[in-house]
């Protein structure tokens, strides 16, 4: 029997594909989330749009917190660790969350590693903003990845750039000769090993989803179409005006991404979506996206 | 003869059950929409997370298509699609289809930390290495006087069958072995 496997960790992330998993602080959310459809929950104290706002540390959340929200619903919860904070991430395996994301939306641990996630029976997901920086996370043993997106921004543009960026990566690498793929490796700063399978297989070897900046039912299929297999979606849904019409219209439009038909009736009569940010208006020292090493 | 197999595509892991059928030339279309299932003699429920896909399914208008589908044609559930064939009882978020005589309790092995994989029996080629994954997998009970088991592990019941309907709780989708697609196509054909 083997428990905590790889193929068991990438195996959860195949059953997330096709769904929509969101940023929840309390268990109400939590239960608002899982009534909308969600797959999945990501247990945290403050969303992105909040710990920009509010700035100082983000840190782990309260266990007590994710304790509360894994006693109110059934899906997968999801919570998150500081980039390298390998100790908050043997906490979160203690409290058996379902997925741990190192992520970049907290205030990194160590500036120069990640977690050796192999180590861990918990599956990770980690974001990346091209295929280089997918490889590397997975390489360390991530078994789902994310565009990184802009956090907290409810901008939609970075997550694209994000996405398309690792899209003809796998693309270019499709296209190339096997005595190309070392210098491609060394490039993209990828493990060979890796970069020889994308360039095989032609997509990355675990799920490819999408994050950061989602706000709309648009944003959902505008992803979804440019490859991601599921989106997560932050401050988007309790950063707006109406969270549960807004949570439910997502789903429907990750289900339905191809059809305008039917993303025109999710996307009608939603009240405000979050107001958002230009990315010029993020200070440099501020864009989460530039943590991750 | 299965003409045309029918993979539920609302959410969770339909691609990999549609490139299993492909590896086995079987012809198959993804289905979004009720009307679809006309096209189809064997409908595939995949894994997911059960309590979107039940979600989903009303929202779509699937359940009385679905229900209908089943009283002439076969349904194949692997895990979340395993519960909602069952009988279970409608809980929080989750209304089972009814289509087979047997309960199934959710996450029943725990959370993902206890997701794990192992080899089977397979009681219809008697083998002992069929690997499988079971991911925050269901278990089944309560099971109807005309359900056979068709595959253990640990002698607990993992695939049943009531010579219509399929239901595994693991996921056959996942890897390179198509003994369990292959198996069910061999059943509805004979």
């Known amino acids: 029997m083997g428990q905590g496997t790889y193929e068991v960790k990438v195996g ?40 920009r706002t509010d700035g100082g540390i983000a840190r782990m959340s309260d266990p007590l917190m994710i304790k509360d929200i894994q006693k109110t619903v059934s899906i997968p919860v999801m919570a998150k660790c500081r980039i390298g904070h390998f100790a908050e991430a043997q906490i979160l395996e203690a409290l058996e969350v379902d997925f741990i994301d190192e992520s970049e939306v907290l205030t990194p641990a160590d500036d120069n590693n990640h977690i050796y996630k192999h180590d861990f029976k918990i599956p990770f997901v980690c974001g990346a903003r091209n295929l280089g920086e997918a490889l590397r996370r997975i390489g360390e043993g991530a078994a789902m990845i994310r ?128 107001k958002g940010l230009d990315i010029s208006e993020i200070p440099e020292d501020q864009m989460l996206q530039d943590r991750g090493w | 003869m299965v003409r045309k197999v029918g993979v539920l595509a609302l959410q969770g892991n339909y691609i990999q059950h549609k490139r299993m059928l492909d590896n086995l030339g079987i012809n198959n279309i993804l289905v979004q929409y009720p009307r679809e299932l006309e096209k189809c003699d064997l409908l595939i429920i995949p894994g997911g997370e059960s309590t979107t896909i039940s979600k989903l399914i009303d929202r779509n208008k699937f359940r009385k298509p679905i229900m209908n589908f089943a009283q002439i044609n076969s349904v194949f559930g ?38 794990f994989s192992g080899n089977l029996h397979l009681e219809f080629d008697n083998s002992n290495n069929f690997k499988a994954l079971f991911i925050r997998a269901p ?14 592990y640990k002698k607990e019941p993992v695939m049943i069958s009531d010579g219509r309907h399929f239901a595994t709780t693991f996921h056959p989708e996942i890897g390179n072995d198509v003994r369990i697609h292959k198996y069910i196509m061999e059943q509805i054909n004979a």
């Open chain 2, 78 to 115: 692997t895990c979340a699609g395993m519960i909602l064939l069952s009988s279970t009882k409608e809980a929080n978020n989750l209304k089972p289809l009814g289509v087979m005589d047997f309960k199934a309790k959710r996450n029943a092995y725990g959370r993902q930390v206890n997701s």
């Open chain 1, 147 to 274: 565009t990184k997106g802009e956090a907290g921004s409810g901008n939609i543009v970075e997550a694209v750039r994000h996405m398309r960026s690792i899209i003809n990566e796998i693309n270019l690498l499709g296209t190339l000769g096997h005595d190309q793929l070392m210098a491609t490796a060394r490039d993209f700063q990828a493990p060979f090993s890796l970069v020889e399978q994308v360039a095989k297989i032609k997509k990355l070897p675990v799920p490819n989803f999408s994050a950061g900046g989602i706000a709309t039912p648009a944003d959902a299929s505008l992803v979804m179409q440019l490859g991601a297999e599921s989106v997560f979606v932050g401050s988007g849904i309790f950063k707006s005006e109406d969270p549960a019409s807004r949570a439910k219209a997502i789903v429907d439009s990750v289900t339905h991404y191809k059809d305008a038909d039917k993303l025109a009736i999710a996307s009608s009569g939603l009240k405000s979506a979050m």
């Open chain 1, 12 to 51: 959860l992330a195949e059953m997330l594909k096709g769904g929509v998993i969101m940023d929840v602080t309390t268990a109400e959310q939590a239960q608002i989330a899982e009534d909308a459809g969600a797959v999945a929950v990501m247990a945290l104290e403050r969303i992105p749009a909040d710990i």
């Open chain 2, 139 to 152: 278990k089944v009970s309560n099971l109807g006087k005309g359900i056979k088991i068709l595959a253990t």
